[in-house]
């Protein structure tokens, strides 16, 4: 196992982000039996302690934004925009779960005899996270903040990409909570494994193989376990769609932050066969050219690895070898960084591997569809079902559509990507496993229910 985890800046491979102990099994383990401990006090501090220190947190990464902000676009690549919206929402996610703390946790039941009967919320331990680099504050916040606001102390294992970010984020947190209530472990594979082994409850983000065997692993010991797992997601375009409107929109949702989010569109399924919106969304598509993520006006940054430029480069290779037709992009980058272009591809088969599986790059495909019925047909004839978005104007066709749609999130009229922090989110079939995040869901993911009843002394 590695001594250190290092980070590098993906558009400066020169940089080093940073240099940080890897954590071994009796580590992991060592931060989960302090979580464990600490989680007493936590817990005995009451609702509205936990409120008032959640809300700490939410101030001192405020403060903290621009220095936040810097290393969110340093160390993963994240066009400046986007990270300062990213930033926005960690605290955002903090301040709503400090006001959860203190809202109703349980029902009052009627009896069926003479007696007080009620249900209450219990915290289920110590969670354990497993959180990727892509939205390296966001997302351990929106994991983490709720097992907190319910009770429960984190131990996180950040991706070795991210491991700066969720060094500022233990540094947060650690000034505003109880010593070992939040803490964080750096590793690889091991590391999170063994947090698997020994946590009370797991939440993971990441790729469809290793969920999988979280899942599996996780279930064998009987604890709760939530995994969200990527997706294959498809702009279904009806042939009343604005064109302009919505190929800028389409090719924002593709090739933004260089494609790297599990909600980016990954097929446009244009409906009736218009010529005209493809033509458009080419021109969209060719307008986004990689720039340095630290310019304000940057949509295409770098991606993550030089493994990850490689798949990118594989990918569009193997679409042209099976007849695909470069319509955008291609080719490579001669510069520093992992850069890759924004690439636009037709004429595929909706059964090649591009077509099924997600490359998580600035790669899209354009498949037709003679009618809706086939669009959607083709948008769900993939093991993912993260989310679907419908373009046009007839609402019939709209509502029909959002009827037919297999996925976990429905967007009409609206990008695949955004996520409102507050509304339940999760996928069907490869793309999630277990209770929703965000939102009061994710409190009940947190937490168990039990039932008390009271009843008169000598009844």
Not at 190 to 195: E, K, N, P, V
Not at 239 to 264: F, L, N, R, V
Request: aromatic share 6%.
């Amino acid at each position: 196992m590695p001594q250190a985890v290092t980070s590098r800046s993906p558009q400066s491979p020169s940089d080093v982000v940073g240099e940080f102990p890897a954590a071994d099994a009796s580590d992991v383990r060592a931060a989960v039996d302090r979580a464990g401990a600490a989680r007493l006090e936590w817990a005995s501090i009451g609702a509205a302690g936990r409120s008032a220190a959640l809300s700490a947190a939410a101030r001192a990464l405020r403060e903290r934004s621009e220095e936040a902000t810097a290393l969110i676009v340093r160390e993963v690549g994240k066009p400046l925009t986007e990270a300062r919206g990213e930033l926005a929402r960690a605290v955002a996610i903090l301040d709503y779960y400090a006001q959860a703390c203190v809202a109703a946790s349980g029902e009052l039941y009627p009896p069926s005899v003479g007696a007080l009967l009620y249900s209450e919320r219990r915290p289920c331990g110590v969670a354990g996270l497993i959180t990727p680099w892509n939205f390296p504050l966001a997302i351990p916040l929106w994991k983490a903040a709720p097992a907190l606001a319910a009770g429960n102390a984190v131990v996180l294992k950040p991706s070795p990409e991210a491991a700066a970010c969720a060094e500022l984020l233990s540094s947060v947190l650690g000034g505003c909570l109880p010593a070992g209530v939040f803490s964080v472990v750096q590793g690889e594979a091991q590391a999170g494994t063994t947090l698997v082994a020994c946590a009370d409850v797991v939440s993971f983000t990441g790729s469809a193989a290793v969920g999988a065997a979280v899942t599996s692993a996780a279930a064998g010991r009987g604890i709760p376990v939530q995994c969200e797992m990527g997706g294959q997601n498809a702009a279904i375009v009806l042939p009343d769609a604005d064109a302009a409107a919505t190929a800028a929109m389409i090719a924002s949702a593709a090739m933004g932050y260089a494609g790297q989010k599990c909600t980016a569109t990954r097929r446009v399924i244009v409906v009736g066969g218009n010529e005209g919106f493809i033509d458009a969304l080419a021109d969209a598509v060719s307008a986004l050219a990689p720039a340095p993520p630290e310019d304000g006006g940057t949509v295409l940054g770098p991606v993550i690895s030089r493994a990850a430029q490689q798949r990118v480069s594989d990918a569009v290779a193997a679409g042209e070898a099976a007849g695909g037709r470069v319509l955008a992009g291609g080719g490579e980058i001669d510069r520093e960084g992992w850069f890759a272009p924004a690439t636009l591809l037709d004429g595929l088969d909706p059964g090649h591997e591009l077509a099924r599986e997600e490359t998580f790059g600035p790669l899209a495909i354009v498949l037709r569809a003679a009618d809706l019925e086939q669009a959607m047909h083709l948008s769900g004839g993939v093991r993912f079902g993260l989310v679907t978005s419908l373009h046009g104007r007839d609402l019939d066709a709209l509502l029909a559509g959002v009827a037919m749609a297999d996925t976990g999130l429905v967007k009409v009229n609206a990008p695949t990507t955004g996520v409102d922090f507050y509304a339940p989110f999760g996928g069907e079939k490869d793309s999630s496993y277990g209770l929703r995040e965000q939102g009061p869901r994710a409190l009940d993911f947190y937490s168990s229910t039990r039932t008390v009843t009271i009843a008169p002394h000598g009844a």
